[in-house]
């Protein structure tokens, strides 16, 4: 009698950990996950929400190769007052690439808040803020559907941003500590660490360009 094999399961990196809109702060109406994957292989990521009709998501669906980052751009699309301090969730599903099997999930609660945002709630993300959500789930699950795709974000000009996030991206196309790669100096190998480093600067340089 043959046995199945066990699906593998993988730590899920988002960040943040939860988003924040406020009712009369329009320069929160629209927020960036960035999702990050640290392994060797590519994988490929699904957005779903429990509520869609509230928000509309860039690029709800795509790949992340090894070693890399995505920046995805939520808008919320019903800022009234009846939807404050009301929690959604966003459901990020990784899979393997190109198979279909379920790696990881992990959950980001949004919710919107009355009036302007403080500015000591903006941060800076934290590695260790990072934790794995649960993979077998026991409690009741919650409807998740596909957000709906908006490509026609407008996007204000910074050329410092611009110019760390293309040295970012300089960093992340480099080669990985222990890759084989004969055509780069050594010194010029980094470390998937040293790379997550590049990830995350990159992500705040998506908010500074996104106008957030």
């Keep these: 009698m043959s046995l199945a094999a066990t699906p593998r399961k993988f730590p899920i990196f988002v960040f943040p950990q939860s988003i924040t809109f406020y009712l009369d702060d329009q320069s929160t109406h629209k927020q960036v996950l960035t999702l990050y994957n640290p392994y060797e292989f590519p994988v490929k990521f ?13 690029d709800p669906e795509g790949v992340i190769k090894p070693s890399s980052c995505v920046d995805i751009v939520v808008r919320h699309t019903a800022i009234l007052a009846s939807n404050c301090n009301v929690v959604d969730k966003f459901r990020i599903l990784m899979h393997e690439y190109p198979n279909k099997q379920v790696i990881g999930k992990r959950d980001v609660e949004a919710r ?22 649960p993979l077998n789930e026991t409690r009741q699950q919650e409807s998740y559907a596909l957000i709906s795709r908006n490509k026609t974000m407008d996007r204000g000009t910074n050329y410092v941003a611009l110019i760390t996030g293309i040295i970012c991206i300089i960093g992340l196309l480099l080669p990985t500590e222990g890759e084989q790669n004969h055509r ?4 010029l190998h980094l470390s998937v660490n040293f790379k997550l480093i590049f990830s995350f600067v990159l992500g705040m340089v998506a908010n500074i360009v996104l106008g957030l």
């Design 112 to 133: 919107l808040l009355p009036g302007v945002m403080d500015t000591a709630g903006r941060a800076t993300p934290d590695p260790d803020m990072f934790q794995q959500l």
């Design 184 to 187: 780069m100096p050594a010194y």
């Design 46 to 58: 699904r957005v779903l929400c429990t509520a869609p009709y509230k928000y509309q998501v860039v």
